[in-house]
């Protein structure tokens, strides 16, 4: 083994790879999708890794019926060799896990999208829902786990994110010695937002959480949020000075370690021959200025505000009718919830909207694309002048450090302050409130009208720090976290 190469068990709900079958009707492996995946995808270059993860596809099913449920070998895109382990779930199991507990009731109340005075209302559907799909999905998560241990009882468990927040606590309970690390990419609520759960609901997360020996995090402002709620929600004695919470006698470091992607990545992409076409098409069409939102479909982006904020832009800029537009690439996401399938259907209204209202003759102020094209992204990220990213919360928003790598048009990155990315990018963009439309629009305005020398310099300033800080600078760092807590309890 290489220094510095350890072995390491992965777990999260997506997976590097899914299974399907080939026209000719052979299986074949397909690169799973989701920006977590990607992120942790070098880990499986460097280390010695366990990836468990749910099947997703009828043929993630077959294989796990193949084998019995056992991990198998497979390589990744650059031939580096990885265990692969798939847990079928109950499919009403599963469906309850993913599209009523952890999303929406966990995502929207991370993410504060509640109506309070209207929504939600509990009821013994969200209960069941737990107890039958929550629960159980963590439990078989944590049973593929304990098996793997008993295999190489030495080897650190990495968990991702909010579908897997009990998982923790029940390999902890019998396994006592596991050297367990948990990190969440959403944004963690203020303590008093928790009290939308039930007591023993928002009392069972905290507790799963605090099983580990390491909490990530993404911003100070998600830290301390946590700290503040297993404080005060689960009585857990927290050093804020320290960044550690002590529950049950064990004491967990909480940690923040800003997620971030792969520049070399993004410049092979950007002068590949897929995005060279897109990018030819979009040049061809492009108005004089363009302001370019990335994003899902997903109601914590702030699509309909953002619209509305460019009609208030149109409404005080006629000069700029007929030579500016907003080109929104937006990917669907998650239609199998209702609150999703509702909030794309108010951005297609509100789109529409605006457009009747100014398009004339060879110009739509919106250009709406709602599909996966991720080689069309990369070609817009080439040409915005304005990059817009209005979240009205976000646990980073990875958007926001791609498209700048690769703009070839000094564009200035207008930025939600309640995205995670404006802790670190915030010096460089230009803030907004992402409830203040007005305030938006006038960001809009100053990106278009910027001088020339400080839009440079502050994509430059974004460029620097992206590249001196890295997706292999985050995973070092977990690591880093992870040998400084086994090093604590040998």
């Given at each position: 083994m290489a220094v510095g190469r350890r072995k390491l068990i992965v777990v999260s709900n997506r997976g590097p790879i899914t299974f399907r079958r080939a026209e000719d009707g052979t299986r074949a492996a397909r690169r799973g999708g989701g920006g977590l995946v990607t992120a942790l995808r070098s880990l499986v270059s460097h280390h010695d890794v366990t990836w468990i993860a749910s099947a997703m596809t009828d043929e993630d099913r077959a294989v796990v019926a193949e084998t019995g449920g056992r991990a198998i070998d497979e390589q990744s895109d650059d031939g580096s060799a990885f265990r692969l382990r798939l847990v079928a779930h109950d499919e009403s199991a599963y469906d309850w896990f993913y599209n009523v507990v952890s999303n929406p009731m966990l995502w929207f109340l991370q993410h504060y999208l509640w109506e309070l005075a209207y929504t939600p209302s509990l009821d013994?559907?969200?209960?069941?829902?737990?107890?039958?799909?929550?629960?159980?999905?963590?439990?078989?998560?944590?049973?593929?786990?304990?098996?793997?241990?008993?295999?190489e009882p030495d080897t650190a468990v990495f968990f991702h994110?909010?579908?897997?927040?009990?998982?923790?606590?029940?390999?902890?309970?019998?396994?006592p010695d596991a050297?367990?690390?948990?990190?969440?990419?959403?944004?963690?609520?203020?303590?008093?937002?928790?009290?939308?759960?039930?007591?023993?609901?928002?009392?069972?997360?905290?507790?799963?959480?605090?099983?580990?020996?390491?909490?990530?995090?993404?911003?100070?402002?998600?830290r301390l949020n946590f700290?503040?709620?297993?404080?005060?929600?689960?009585?857990?004695?927290?050093?804020?000075?320290?960044?550690?919470?002590?529950?049950?006698?064990?004491?967990?470091?909480?940690?923040?370690?800003?997620i971030s992607v792969d520049p070399g990545e993004f410049d092979e992409l950007a002068a590949s021959e897929a995005?060279?076409?897109?990018?030819?098409?979009?040049?061809?069409?492009?108005?004089?200025?363009?302001?370019?939102?990335?994003?899902?479909?997903?109601?914590?982006?702030?699509?309909?505000?953002?619209?509305?904020?460019?009609e208030l832009y149109l409404d005080a800029h006629q000069e700029m009718h007929g030579r500016v537009g907003m080109l929104a690439l937006l990917d669907p996401s998650r239609q199998d919830i209702p609150e999703y399938s509702e909030y794309l259907g108010a951005i297609q209204r509100e789109a529409r909207r605006v457009n009747d209202r100014f398009q004339r003759a060879g110009w739509t102020p919106i250009e709406l694309a709602i599909e996966d094209d991720f080689h069309g992204a990369i070609a817009a990220y080439k040409?915005?002048?304005?990059l817009f990213?209005?979240?009205?919360?976000?646990?980073?928003?990875?958007?926001?450090?791609?498209?700048?790598?690769v703009n070839e048009r000094d564009g200035v990155l207008v930025l939600s302050e309640n995205a995670g990315a404006h802790e670190e990018l915030g010096e460089w963009a230009l803030s907004v409130n992402p409830f203040d439309v007005a305030g938006?629009?006038?960001?809009?305005?100053?990106?278009?009208?910027?001088?020339?020398?400080?839009?440079?310099?502050?994509?430059?300033?974004?460029?620097?720090?992206?590249?001196?800080?890295?997706?292999?600078?985050?995973?070092?760092?977990?690591l880093a976290d992870l040998d400084r807590c086994g090093a604590a309890v040998s």
């Open positions: 013994v559907a969200l209960q069941h829902a737990w107890d039958e799909g929550y629960v159980r999905t963590n439990e078989a998560f944590a049973d593929a786990v304990l098996e793997e241990l008993e295999l994110d909010y579908h897997l927040y009990l998982a923790p606590r029940i390999v902890r309970e019998r396994a050297l367990l690390a948990h990190f969440v990419h959403i944004p963690w609520p203020q303590p008093d937002y928790w009290h939308v759960l039930p007591d023993p609901i928002r009392r069972a997360v905290h507790e799963g959480l605090l099983a580990n020996d390491v909490i990530g995090f993404h911003t100070e402002r998600w700290l503040r709620s297993a404080s005060d929600l689960a009585d857990a004695d927290c050093n804020f000075a320290e960044g550690t919470a002590t529950y049950c006698d064990r004491r967990s470091l909480v940690t923040v370690h800003p995005v060279l076409a897109a990018e030819r098409e979009l040049v061809a069409r492009r108005p004089e200025k363009l302001v370019l939102r990335v994003d899902r479909t997903d109601p914590s982006k702030n699509i309909v505000r953002g619209f509305r904020a460019f040409q915005f002048d304005v990213v209005n979240a009205i919360f976000d646990g980073m928003n990875l958007v926001a450090k791609e498209a700048p790598l938006q629009a006038d960001a809009i305005h100053r990106g278009l009208t910027m001088a020339p020398e400080e839009r440079r310099a502050r994509l430059d300033g974004i460029r620097t720090h992206v590249r001196e800080h890295d997706v292999a600078g985050w995973i070092a760092a977990q």
